[in-house]
């Protein structure tokens, strides 16, 4: 399942991604953000992980460095 869940992260990132303007607040990215925390701490708890990024990732934000 992790596997699943990164190879749809980085199809995203090849071909979804580069049709949108650049707009993360955060460092890494979103997308690199959630192969980490998939990576790190399993599918569920990692996609849940990503979910709260996403959502604090928005215009009210500073932004900076996270990291998983």
């Known amino acids: 399942m992790k596997a699943f869940v990164i190879s749809l ?4 990132q090849r071909f979804i991604s580069p049709l949108t303007p650049k707009s ?3 460092y890494p990215t979103c997308s690199e ?7 790190k ?5 990692g996609l849940v992980k990503s979910a ?7 215009p009210f934000s500073k932004g900076g460095v996270d990291y998983p």
Do not use: Q, S
């Open 9 to 12: 992260v980085r199809f995203y």
């Open 24 to 26: 993360c607040r955060f």
């Open 33 to 39: 953000y959630t192969i980490m925390a998939v990576e």
């Open 41 to 45: 701490y399993g599918t569920l708890r």
């Open 52 to 58: 709260w990024r996403i959502l604090r990732c928005n």
